[in-house]
């Protein structure tokens, strides 16, 4: 029997605002209709519990799915029915996110790009397109270096590849060391505050990178406060970000790219997405208008659209 899962559906109706209809998805989300606990699994690699979705079937190359930092494989529920009719994915929690557990070894992008590794290897899967978004593309990409035989297309989604280079990045980095607890525990005590109030719930996903996050439907947002709440991984993985350097090598990338951006991206600027294209070998960039950090939730039509395209 499948462990039970971490997702939890909030609500059996489903309205959104007319505004700006390409942003979230219109009418009822296939995500709510899903079995998730029959399909979520949990493996030990290297050493760790590693949570995961295991779905879907097709001729394509298979699709394993990062989050990002303070994320989950939530991060990936617009996306996940709609390839998974043509696909085999695999959407993991890291380790120390989600339901996973923290690891057995610390935390840092070379152990997580290896605990993927391992994991795909483990589920019998030789070559995979590997899409990640923020820090879960920072792994996709130091997996496509370090592990290039595994890696058969590259996406990535507002990729946290260049953070470190931000002049903010290494006082963003002490603020959270002196403030871990006491924001972690806020933040736990005021979900249930959160989810009740809809301008709360916008301006918590607003402070986590979405640009319209009123305009998602409700479901979605209180799905994403459920689960993403912050976890002890979040301070050591936020350092491993701040301290790993992978400019130089991204030469190195063998494999057809795409960049997925946003123009109204706060976290990690749109900017990123032109260094990115010009740094990485046979890669092309896509950019989002009117969109945060997480153009997969936030138009996912296109997104999956546009992936779809890049998959062809």
Not at 101 to 115: G, L, V
Not at 138 to 156: D, K, M, N
Not at 179 to 208: C, E, K, Q, W, Y
Not at 292 to 311: C, S, T, Y
Request: net charge neutral; glycine share 6%; with cysteine.
């Amino acid at each position: 029997m499948a462990p039970k899962s971490p997702f939890v559906v909030v609500a059996r109706t489903l309205t959104r605002p007319q505004a700006d209809p390409a942003y979230g998805t219109p009418g009822r989300s296939p995500w709510l209709d899903m079995d998730w606990p029959s399909v979520t699994r949990t493996a030990t690699v290297r050493g760790s519990a590693v949570t995961y979705v295991d779905l879907g079937d097709g001729p394509g190359d298979p699709i394993v799915w990062i989050h990002g930092l303070g994320a989950c494989w939530q991060t990936w529920l617009e996306n996940l029915p709609h390839f998974a009719a043509s696909h085999r994915c695999i959407a993991l929690d890291l380790p120390g996110f989600g339901a996973s557990p923290m690891p057995a070894e610390p935390i840092s992008i070379e152990r997580y790009a290896a605990i993927v590794d391992e994991l795909l290897r483990d589920l019998g899967i030789e070559r995979a397109v590997v899409v990640g978004n923020s820090m879960g593309g920072f792994i996709a990409t130091e997996l496509a270096i370090r592990f290039p035989t595994v890696v058969s297309r590259l996406v990535l989604v507002s990729a946290a590849v260049l953070w470190q280079e931000y002049r903010r990045a290494r006082p963003l980095v002490a603020l959270a060391q002196a403030s871990d607890a006491v924001v972690g525990r806020a933040l736990v005590d005021s979900t249930p505050i959160l989810i009740s109030r809809p301008r709360l719930r916008a301006a918590a996903l607003a402070f986590g990178g979405f640009h319209l996050p009123h305009l998602l439907s409700r479901e979605l947002q209180s799905e994403l406060l459920l689960t993403a709440k912050r976890t002890a991984g979040f301070l050591p993985a936020l350092q491993a970000l701040a301290s790993f350097p992978l400019r130089d090598e991204l030469p190195e990338i063998a494999c057809p790219t795409l960049v997925v951006w946003g123009t109204h991206d706060t976290l990690v600027g749109a900017e990123h997405a032109d260094e990115l294209e010009r740094l990485i070998p046979n890669s092309r960039k896509v950019v989002f208008e009117r969109t945060g950090h997480v153009p997969m939730l936030e138009r996912p039509e296109r997104f999956n659209a546009e992936l779809d395209a890049f998959l062809r």
